[in-house]
């Protein structure tokens, strides 16, 4: 078209400006000499005034100047006027604008380098090409907007498709959508960033190197210009990256955008959900360019589809993990009623099930019995931490286990490595646990023990996380309690079935009390768990044991022989009339330590540790026969005393184990029964 006009006007070149309201943008150049085709080629610029230019957009007419070097702008030192003159020979110009319902959209121009003025008929020949360029233009304009509309179509139905296709997983659609909106917006490179409080951190990046590209996706402190849209700018643009102060003054961030990333042009929009900004969209070219408002409007539809995939992808997560949670607890119920009164598997189906679910590898069940945590589960602990808290410990006094002991739900520390307490350090020690999370297993008022989750990096727990391992232990307190009166039915049950065993053999033996003693010691030893016992007799001075079971050899051959108790026996203790005594580790008793011969034969002969010893008494003050229960190990968490009384209808006591004292460095070796004195 400009160069049929040249043609035919008899021109030497011609120009077509297209005109956004501001500025006038040479877009088509024909036969122009090359010094003044460059000085046409650096951009946009504003019309000046009373050029063929500007009077042609302002009159909204066709006009001619006959000689350029006679107008003031030339003498002026107009830029536009004095190139055109001196580098393209300009002298005739005539100036037609491009008019789209009266409304200037570019401006047509032919120059001659003679003064010669163009007839009228060649300005109606021009002024026809002018109106056959506007609908040129506007069917240009048609088709691109056809045509960036179905790509922006096609953009956003790929965008969905990967939402389809990756429910819940959010990186392959910010990755898709954020290289949609770069190749929409004729952009560079880009960045979706997520916002956490005062942080952010790029969940997806285009176009970046990749040294850069990974310290982008690190968290750090919110930059200036994302703060803007936390707090409430939806949209804005930076033309120039370089000029800002942020960069003059050395911001890391912007530092590295422009230096390393090449980024000039930047343009920002926010992701924003019920008024509260989620991250933010950033788009950024390599030359000073601003982007157009239709390019904005684009990438805030792309923003618009990113919060509606993260709130799909948050609710498909919440429905995953609810059901993760039904199945987990529904395994936990199978175990506790597939193991009536075994605590040990469902322990270790709450654990694991607790732990997957939270994202933790390690911890323990532990329970406590007044004075010490024992684990009666783990998980991912190290051999030397397991068997510490397998074998039950003491909490120091600045343990976290006394805050649950005082009514805390639970307790959480970020790092138990800043914490001066032994326990939690030796965590840190032998396993590496830094983040530390317990909480209470509880009864009504009385804790029962907790569940511990353990992280070995600085992370704390999330509150859905602790809520879940809220929940987790209420099914394990639930287990306990199972547990618990199924032992006690199962325990009353015995003890009936051993009262009746006893008195069917006092019907049957009357008046012989030899098999009467031997059943009674038989089921009180049984049922007490005990690995010997002895019944005596006591005619107010010594005792004589009228029943043995269970005792070696040697340890039989010394109780057959009559006793006189020293005061710090257990015997010698129900002669002055305790109702019953109990001892945790007889190896560590003073009366053992001092030479007591009872008590020496009981260790060193019969191999006994924990005992109980029960009177039967007759009239307050009368001490008839007494049962003596013993077992070889110091571990005696016994729970059934009443059997041991053979008064079923009692409910027993807990008794609040010690670990064993060591033994003596020369203990008696003797083998034979010590000489009986009395003592």
């Known amino acids: 078209m400009l160069e049929k006009a040249m043609r035919l006007c008899e021109a030497a070149f011609g120009l077509f400006f297209t005109y956004d309201g501001e500025h006038i943008n040479a877009t088509a150049l024909h036969n122009i000499p090359e010094g003044f085709a460059a000085f046409l080629r650096r ?23 006959m000689d350029v070097l006679e107008t003031s702008q030339y003498h002026d030192g107009d830029p536009f006027a ?19 319902d009266e409304v200037p959209i ?43 509309a179905l790509e922006q179509q096609s953009a956003t139905a790929e965008v969905l498709g990967v939402i389809n296709s990756s429910p819940g997983d959010l990186a392959p659609v910010f990755d898709a959508m954020l290289e949609k909106a770069i190749r929409l917006c004729d ?75 090449g980024i000039r042009t930047a343009a920002f929009v926010a992701l924003v959900k019920d ?51 039904q199945t987990a607890t529904a395994e936990v119920l199978q175990v506790i009623n597939s193991s009536p009164g075994n605590l040990t598997p ?30 009666l589960a783990t998980r991912g602990l190290p051999a030397s931490f397991k068997e510490l808290v397998r074998g039950g410990y003491q909490p120091g006094p600045n343990d976290l286990h006394w805050q649950l002991l005082d009514g805390a739900r639970f307790v959480h520390i970020a790092d138990q490595a800043a914490l001066d307490e032994p326990m939690h350090q030796k965590a840190v020690e032998l396993g590496g646990f830094r983040t530390f999370l317990g909480v209470a297993l509880r009864k009504e008022n009385t804790l029962l023990g907790r569940i511990v989750a353990a992280r070995q990096e600085v992370r704390p727990f999330a509150e859905k996380e602790i809520a879940l391992l809220q929940n987790f232990a209420a099914q394990a307190v639930i287990a306990m309690e199972n547990a618990r009166l199924i032992t006690e039915t199962r325990e009353a049950l015995e003890q009936q079935t051993a009262t009746a065993e006893v008195l069917q053999v006092i019907n ?23 690995a010997c016992g002895v019944l005596w007799t006591y005619d107010g001075q010594r005792f004589q044991s009228v029943a043995l079971r269970g ?70 003050g009368l001490v008839v026969p007494s049962q003596f229960i013993a077992r070889k190990s110091d571990h005696s968490a016994i729970n059934r005393l009443p059997c041991c009384r053979i008064l079923p209808r009692r409910r027993s006591s807990q008794w609040r184990m010690h670990g064993s004292l060591p033994r003596p460095e020369k203990p008696w070796n003797d083998r034979r029964r010590p000489p009986r004195y009395s003592r």
């Open 508 to 530: 049957s033996s009357p008046g012989d009390l030899t098999p009467v003693f031997d059943a009674m010691l038989e089921k009180a030893t049984l049922l007490c768990e005990g």
């Open 82 to 100: 004095v190139t055109a003159v001196e580098a393209g020979g300009v002298r005739t110009v005539l100036s037609v604008p491009l008019l789209k």
């Open 187 to 261: 952009g560079a490179q880009g960045t979706l960033w997520m916002f956490d409080g005062e942080r952010m951190r790029a969940t997806a990046t285009a176009g970046y190197p990749s040294e850069l590209a990974e310290r982008l996706r690190e968290w750090r402190e919110i930059h200036p210009f994302q703060r803007r849209l936390v707090e409430g700018e939806r949209v804005f643009q930076i033309l120039d990256l370089a000029a800002e102060e942020f960069y003059r003054s050395g911001n890391p961030l912007t530092r590295a955008a422009v230096d390393v990333g």
């Open 275 to 325: 008024a509260t900004s989620l991250g933010g969209f950033t788009i950024g070219r390599r030359e000073v360019r601003a982007f157009s408002d239709k390019q904005i409007a684009l990438l805030q539809n792309f923003a618009a589809q990113a919060v509606i995939a993260m709130e799909n992808a948050r609710l498909l997560t919440e429905t995953r993990e609810a059901l993760e949670q």
């Open 551 to 620: 005792a070696p050899a040697e340890f039989s051959e010394f109780l057959r022989e009559p006793v006189e108790p020293g005061p710090g026996t257990g015997i010698g203790q129900l002669a002055r009339g305790e109702p019953l005594v109990h001892v945790t580790d007889l190896a560590a008793m003073p009366t053992y330590t001092s030479g007591d011969l009872l008590h020496r034969a009981g260790v060193e002969l019969g191999g006994v540790r924990s005992l109980v010893v029960v009177p039967l008494r007759k009239d307050a």
């Open 346 to 375: 469902v322990a270790d189906t709450i654990l694991e099930k607790a732990h997957s679910l939270c994202g933790v590898n390690s911890g323990a069940l532990e329970i406590w019995d007044g004075e010490r945590l024992r684990a």
């Open 106 to 148: 570019g401006v047509i121009g032919v120059y001659r380098q003679e003064v010669r003025s163009f007839t009228d008929k060649q300005i109606a020949l021009l002024q026809s090409f002018a109106a056959q360029a506007v609908i040129a233009m506007e069917n240009a304009r048609l088709i691109n907007e056809t045509g960036e």
């Open 43 to 65: 951009g946009p610029v504003a019309p000046a005034p009373h050029t063929t230019l500007s009077r042609a957009i302002q009159e909204r007419r066709p006009v001619q100047i």
